[in-house]
């Protein structure tokens, strides 16, 4: 870590990989078949501004699979994205498909969601899959409890997470890179919201010394403030000196609130879910670009934008393209809300760096929470 | 016109408007509701390098309507495209709401496609929504019969779409331009497939002496050849010095052979709508991006393109995201055609000044008419 911040456990650092360095902290947009949607490669890099993308084993995995992928070089020769990327294992995927998937010691069976063909993925299987990816960072396989799980249940998941942590760890130590690049093993931190859990979990993970560290399984249903509570507890004990990955994590203020517990890596499908169903995140609020009262305001879409689409189109333009169901809608969103996002890390580093980064946090959430 | 070729028809000429000069032959990118699908502004000049757009009365004066457009400074400055746009009047879209419309001598009386509300489009009206958009082109209003209409119908027709031509010329003389720029009226020759009614509304626009004539009513489902063999007809007939617009028309041979037959313009939404369905045209032939034979083949879309999406992605990536869904491949493919269409032009172009058009002409078809 560069910089901390003394008010608070915000962090600045940099994380270098093979493909490049990270500033942290940073928000990785969503990739997860190889494609952050709506979105060109170019574009990602010259105009959002991404430093790291994210792609997903499991999607990859079942579409294109790994055989061609391994032809293509690894998901860098395959998707033409040069920058460093980082692979989910797909755990969080295969637990959402309830009905479908059937938990062993061994590992997870689970039918397809576009064939119905039968898979299983064990911890070995899974880094094998994401050595044949060739992600940068990438992410061990967890069982991912639903959000409301018992703590009787929560207990039993933790120890299979850890065995499979542990096994996650072997086969990368058994195993090699296959394109030339170095890859790291980021492992992950469990528990729900048991703070006994979270604590056992944060003191198996940190003992691991692995280069990184996530923390799984919030944002699935607990209050904000359980969320942050639990970011809190994990922090202290997790390692300082290696970066800490909040997964699939958030809204911009929950950002800001991890940033400010310690946290230094996000991704979330937010900005491009939520950017094509309409919903702007701007730098003075949300806006709605359903909402008729944008129809004749010819405004840029942000005067002071983080995007160059933002001053390309107006809010009357883009309300129209979304009132008339256009793809230029959609990609413009896109576009707008994730150099939003990348914009706000790099800001909130930059205040860290100088020393502002409380009072700047108070004020910006309280900017970017209005409704336009 | 500039150069006409020796051996044929084809001219290269220079249209200029207040909004720029246009090379011909030029395609015209279709952007109906004022946008080109799937496809960014700063794309269609930088990348695509459209040099004139096409929006659609009917349907920008349904959605978002003329008094948005009016109060934006007209459609350039609504959707911030500052080349050349032309106004379809929208005749075609509404002939063919066939059972929600009603013919009229006054105009046609019709439904809008989107909430069944009732409007009426005479020649007087459609001349004043296209003022209010501010095309730099705009098209006459005309009735389009069926491509399989009687002669007696379409003899009727004609006689019809004579007056209402008359009255758009009349309005159009009448007014004046919103935006300080000024706009051409274009009049449609229509007649079917029947020679003597083609001769006659050649005859009759002919007279008119406008800015520009339209072949409207072909590629209706009239063999290839009966459209060739109307396009040569009326283009004997309507004035050498004044540019030629084949509406709606069509693959890219149907293109070159109109070009050696002596039309000027053309807009079709082939090239955005087959790629949205993973049709690439190329200028070695047509690829189905569905097809499996591309999913180990990692070469560019295009080797030697007119697009730069042709060597930023590979084959097998375009496939796999045609394969997974995604918006990024319908955005790929409608760059990739309408830069190939805009190659098609531009190089007939250069072969016509150059004189080797019709030579050029029979090796282009032949190559770009193989399955890849």
Known sequence: MQCTDSKSSARAGTITT?????????????GTVGTVKGVHQTELKEDIRAQIILGNAYHLYLRPGTTII???GGLHGFNGFD???LTDSGGFQIFSLSGIRKLKEEGVEFRSHIDGSKHIFTPEKVIDIERAIGADIIMALDECPPGNSDYAYAKKS???????????IQRFNETEPKYGYTQSLFLIVQGCVYSDLRKQAAEHVASKKADGNAIGGLAVGEPVEKMYEMIE????ILPKEKPRYLMG???????????????????????TRNGRNGMLFTKNGIMNMHNKK?????????????SC???LYSKAYLRHLFHVHELLAMQIASIHNLAFYLWLVSEARKQIIEGNFSLWKRKTIERISERL
Chains 1, 2 share one sequence.
Request: negative net charge; glycine residues 6%; charged residues 25%.
């Open 18 to 30: 093979d493909h490049g360095q990270i500033q942290t902290p940073i928000f990785m947009p969503v």
């Open 70 to 72: 391994e032809k293509a």
């Open 83 to 85: 920058r460093p990327m």
């Open 158 to 168: 933790l120890e299979l997470t850890h065995r499979w942590l542990d096994r996650c």
């Open 233 to 236: 507890l994990v922090n202290d």
């Open 249 to 271: 994590v958030g809204t911009p203020v929950n950002i800001l609130e991890a940033i400010e517990r310690g946290v230094d890596m996000f991704d979330c499908v937010m900005p």
């Open 294 to 306: 944008w129809e004749a305001d010819f405004s840029p879409v942000e005067t002071d934008g983080a």
């Open 309 to 311: 689409v933002d001053i």
